[in-house]
């Protein structure tokens, strides 16, 4: 595996870069590096379409196996840009920009791949399989993480007509037993792609967890990594230091949240031999600071929740328009370059004020798992009771 690159890009270049529409940031930790021995798979999602939602997708019509996935709305069925399925197969992607070996008239077919992987594969050797019988060229650049409901965790680095696989649970590859993805690709061209600095900011948070112990969990990196305000090249944590913006403006450029955020997911796992019924896709619509955590579960079928998926009214899910509307008092600036900026001071009294409503959300779902995990199956009307439940005092903020 190449190493990556140090940098030694002045600020005013990055200040004036071109920022593609289509940037994540994702990890992906096996049951090494988490407290209760379940992987978790990270996508911070950055993209041109930021009304997302939840949709669930039945077996049947070609498909093999039911899933969940997160959606453009506008979008009504085959794309994916992060799922996991009724058999523990999760999937999620991060674009690169320095895998590409040649030009090929398809392309963006990342979301496709997706749809079509959560539909047919239950482990890495299905999603392998799956790779090779895929028509050439592909149409794709993309580093796509994986974990399944038999231990494997890998992000494979997907283009037009390759792919290379880049195994987590490899001690040489990943010794602490978790990677990090933004845009580019380890075997891709040097000093080509994209994400570098939120590379960094990310790997260095989650370095300092491991140095200090502490646990990661799915609430752990919601707060500390989709709502960190920390710049790894400036040494600046705003959320630590709100003076450093005494106007309480910034500039929106590397933060691990962004302008062109539009969700954030952490898909908690199964341990080897247990249901894969119990995998919970926590999700956050919309920018992360004005979002709330929601668990989600296949197992509950069509019944998803109401707020994630799209109204009677539209195709937008209710939980996404409530966080971009917050999410659009800090970011209000639209002449110029006022798009570049945002209101820290705000974006911190959001934080504040949802933690208390999400916090209860992870109580209650500890709660209700403990019995779950104990009985080793998923009781349905449990989990339709807790999407009732846990969102019962939406805030207006």
């Not at 890998?154 to 990677?179: Q, S």
Request: aromatic letters at 12%.
């Amino acid at each position: 595996m190449k190493k990556i690159f140090s940098l030694s890009v002045l600020l005013v270049t990055a200040l004036l870069s071109v920022v593609p529409s289509d940037a994540c940031t994702s990890a992906i930790f096996t049951g090494k590096a988490t407290p209760d021995g379940r992987p978790l798979l990270w996508k911070h999602r950055d993209t041109g379409e930021l009304d997302n939602r939840i949709e669930f997708f039945p077996a049947g019509n070609g498909r093999k196996y039911s899933f969940i996935g997160l959606v453009n709305s506008d979008v009504q069925d085959g794309e994916v840009w992060t799922g996991t399925n009724e058999a523990g197969f999760s999937i999620m992607n991060t674009a690169s920009y320095n895998l590409q070996v040649e030009s090929a008239d398809i392309e963006d077919q990342e979301g496709v791949l997706m749809y079509q992987a959560l539909g047919s594969c239950r482990t890495l050797q299905d999603f392998e399989r799956f790779l090779d019988k895929m028509k050439k060229p592909r149409g794709v650049e993309g580093n796509f993480g994986v974990i399944d409901a038999e231990g494997g965790a890998a992000y494979y680095e997907v283009n037009n007509t390759a792919w290379t696989k880049i195994d987590v649970n490899d001690p040489k590859i990943a010794p602490e037993g978790f990677l990090v993805y933004t845009n580019h690709s380890y075997t891709g061209r040097k000093d080509d792609g994209m994400g570098y600095i939120r590379y960094n900011t990310a790997n260095e948070i989650f370095h300092k967890a491991w140095i200090q112990g502490i646990d990661v969990t799915p609430q752990w990196i919601f707060n500390n990594l989709s709502r960190s305000y920390y710049h790894s090249l400036l040494g600046i944590d705003l959320n630590k230091n709100p003076e450093l913006a005494p106007e309480g403006w910034y500039i929106d450029q590397d933060f691990i949240p962004r302008r062109s955020t539009s969700a954030s997911i952490v898909v908690k796992g199964v341990k080897k031999g247990e249901n894969p019924d119990l995998t919970i896709m926590w999700t956050i619509l919309g920018y992360p600071p004005c979002g709330i955590a929601v668990p989600l579960f296949v197992a509950a079928g069509a019944n998803q929740p109401a707020y994630m998926c799209k109204s009677k009214d539209s195709d937008h899910a209710l939980m996404c328009d409530q966080a971009l509307a917050r999410r659009a008092r800090i970011f209000p600036l639209k002449r110029g370059n006022g798009k570049n900026y945002f209101d820290i001071g705000l974006a911190q009294f959001f934080m504040h004020n949802l933690f208390r409503l999400e916090d209860t959300n992870f109580q209650e779902t500890e709660k209700m798992m403990e019995k779950q995990y104990a009985a080793g199956k998923i009781d349905r009307s449990a989990v339709i009771s807790l999407y009732d439940r846990i969102l019962s005092e939406e805030p207006q903020l």
